[in-house]
């Protein structure tokens, strides 16, 4: 028996990227592409990027569903509760595969995470929000570690308890642990190859994201009919890809479309990670 969780993807979202802020060594802040435009300070994201040595980060979030009962499809020495978090596979109203975007994205070489909860009720997000303990309550799946898939339904299930990760459609076992320590020195292995100083291009993302979309989009989709002059942001998406890109540039700096671009298209979030000038413990 399947049981929705107590609270939206956009909670678990909000209180996630909220306490990514808050880690040390590594900090990760969110893009607020409506107070970067608007010149003021978002959430610690222009120190992060003054720091140098920044890495985009493209989180997008998953609630699953609860599995309060066993059954056949439930992976080897799991008990319930266990999870269970849908992948977007089938095409979208733009056309393509979430999951293929995502994946192609990473594969040119960019941080790609779904990040999905390993609770389900809201008294626990409450306590693990105040605490600071979201991350370490989570689970983090790279695109790349599920790989390419069909366009059947597709699911991760996961237990609250363990760091292993399956993939339900044919009940295999992914690659390596998927909880928040591998995560976070994962990041910072990626950092450390950076130097510091060094700026990150969001127009390189930006341009990434387009290419992703386009190299698994059909031609000829529908939203690719000419289409009068799109004001309002929220309609973006019903535009070619990177039409839509170029007119976000018109009246956005690259971080802003960037973070909008993802926001729309891949209904992603885009995040900066950096190390913080005095480290302490990993993920404290």
Request: aromatic content about 10%; glycine content about 6%.
């Amino acid at each position: 028996m399947a049981k929705r969780l107590e609270f939206s993807e956009f909670t678990y979202g909000y209180a996630l990227t909220e306490n990514l802020g808050r880690l040390n060594p590594i900090k990760a802040v969110p893009v607020f592409p409506t107070l970067i435009d608007e010149g003021k300070k978002a959430g610690g994201y222009d120190v992060a990027i003054a720091a140098g040595g920044s890495l985009p980060l493209l989180l997008q979030f998953k609630v699953p569903q609860v599995m309060t009962r066993p059954s056949k499809w439930m992976p080897p020495k799991f008990v319930p509760p266990y999870y269970r978090a849908h992948l977007r596979t089938r095409l979208n109203d733009e056309g393509f595969c979430q999951h293929a975007a995502l994946l192609a994205h990473e594969s040119a070489g960019y941080c790609v995470y779904y990040a999905t909860p390993r609770f389900h009720t809201s008294s626990a997000l409450e306590a693990l929000f105040l605490t600071g303990e979201m991350v370490a309550r989570s689970a983090f799946v790279r695109p790349s570690a599920i790989g390419p898939l069909t366009d059947e339904d597709h699911y991760l299930a996961y237990s609250p308890s363990t760091a292993d990760v399956w993939r339900k459609s044919d009940l295999v076992q992914l690659s390596g642990p998927m909880d928040s320590g591998h995560f976070l020195s994962r990041l910072r292995a990626e950092m450390s190859t950076r130097a510091r100083g060094e700026v990150v291009d969001f127009r390189r993302v930006l341009e990434s994201m387009v290419n992703a979309i386009e190299s698994v989009r059909p031609a000829g989709s529908a939203s690719d009919l000419p289409h009068v002059t799109v004001e309002d942001e929220w309609t973006q998406s019903r535009i070619p890809p990177r039409l839509a890109a170029n007119r976000l540039l018109e009246n956005r700096t690259p971080v802003a479309a960037a973070a909008t671009f993802a926001r729309l298209w891949l209904d992603s979030e885009l995040v900066v990670a950096s190390l913080n000038e005095q480290e302490g413990p990993l993920g404290s």
